[in-house]
């Protein structure tokens, strides 16, 4: 019936390199993946984004639950065929976004009404409540029309099901670092009730859309910093069955601090399956990707470097700049010396400037190819370092010359 599978090459500590196989082709890990919340990665086109040799593309599902309504994707063939991307697919649950509506934080999250007190009814200033968390799931206003909706593991699953992505994620509460132990501990025990009914929804629906391409699961890990309870997770996600399935593979989310992030995936990788993937949720800044795959992540995605590029933020291994800034008009010279993207192979620093400045769409698409063609490059490095034994001379390389000049 499945044909997901992981299959491991090399091994450095928890860190590993191996290959992902999806219905829609192979994912050479350690991988980013490229974010498509809306079904595009902002600025390019899917051929762009393969020339620069992106594996996969992650979008969101609920997002495209409210626009355009996962029945128009499932009718056009799955996320894939809808959005001209021939290549392996990830939807993340909407847990996220459904409950960054609760308090109104950039990376927040979780309520639950009846059990507000101190610092768990905490929301970000001038920002009103947009969900609720109860038992069976949460309820929600949507952001573009203010129209009431409802998700729950049973309709995350259906949704996502209908979306087709390779690989889908279990719904799960999300908390802030800000609430207290005691919510955390509730919000584990939420999530892993909410996984077992992720699992038998994922079963059933499998069976009911027999034929379609298979699609993977991964039970996402909560917890937010506390050690026992992200083992506890862990253990409980390892051991969740409807009949004879279980997990195809592990999301590890929540509420990372930077300087948490090795630590807290390294205890995930320990308890996890050593046979299933593992994907970090979010990450952000060339550094932690070392951090995140010395530690035994397998895949992550990473909305930066598409997201700075819009504001004109360029990627290289001496760090960060800004292209339109003054030292940049007139640069007759690539973005990044020694580049092969394709920004760097046909355009100038000054061209860039330029449509900076004069606020052209262009900029953005430019900028973007080479952000995420470092990226990538990047990451195909630090595999290549894996398979060949050299990963903390290429880091510590890598990490002398990279500052961030931003
Ligand atoms: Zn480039």
Redesign the pocket.
């Known amino acids: 019936m499945s044909d997901f599978g992981f299959s491991i090459q090399a091994r450095h500590g928890l860190g590993r390199a191996g290959v992902i196989h999806t219905p829609h082709g192979e994912i050479r890990t350690p991988a980013f993946i490229a974010v498509g919340t809306k079904a595009n990665v902002k600025a390019v086109l899917p051929e762009s984004l393969a020339q620069l040799g992106a594996q996969a593309v992650l979008a969101n599902a609920f997002h495209l639950y409210l626009q355009p309504g996962p029945a128009i994707v499932d009718a056009a063939g799955g996320l894939g065929a809808f959005m001209n991307w021939p290549g392996p697919t990830f939807t993340d649950s909407g847990g996220f976004q459904v409950m960054s509506l609760g308090a109104g934080f950039k990376k927040v999250i979780a309520m639950e009404a009846s059990e507000l007190d101190r610092d768990d009814k905490a929301s970000a200033r001038g920002r009103k409540r947009l969900s609720r968390v109860d038992e069976d799931g949460v309820d929600f206003r949507s952001p573009l029309d203010g129209s009431k909706h409802r998700f729950t593991p049973e309709v995350s699953m259906g949704v996502q099901h209908q979306l087709g992505a390779d690989i889908m994620f279990a719904f799960d509460e999300l908390t802030t670092l800000r609430n207290t132990r005691e919510y955390q501990e509730r919000s584990v025990e939420r999530t892993q009730r909410w996984a077992q009914r992720c699992l038998d929804e994922h079963v059933r629906l499998t069976e009911l859309r027999a034929g379609k391409p298979y699609q993977a699961l991964f039970g996402v890990v909560q917890g937010a910093q506390y050690e026992d309870l992200r083992r506890q997770a862990c253990q409980g996600l390892a051991a969740t069955r409807s009949g004879e399935a279980g997990f195809d593979g592990y999301g590890i989310g929540g509420a990372l601090e930077k300087h948490a992030i090795g630590e807290i995936v390294g205890w995930c990788a320990q308890e996890l399956p050593e046979d299933k993937p593992r994907h970090l949720l979010g990450i952000s800044e060339p550094e932690d990707i070392f951090t995140a795959v010395a530690s035994g992540a397998d895949t992550f995605d990473c909305v930066m470097p598409s997201r700075v590029a819009r504001n004109a933020a360029i990627y290289t291994a001496r760090g960060r700049y800004n292209v339109d800034t003054a030292g940049c008009r007139g640069v007759l010279e690539?973005?990044?010396d020694g580049?092969?993207?394709?920004?760097?192979?046909h355009y100038t620093k000054a061209y860039l400037h330029h449509l900076f400045k004069a606020r052209e769409m262009l900029a953005a698409t430019l900028a973007t190819?080479?952000n995420e063609?470092?990226t990538v490059r990047l990451v195909d490095n630090i595999r290549a370092s894996l398979v060949d034994g050299t990963f903390e001379d290429f880091r510590d390389d890598f990490l002398v010359h990279y500052q961030r000049r931003s």
């Open positions: 690539p973005l990044e580049c092969d993207c394709y920004t760097c192979q190819i080479h063609r470092f």
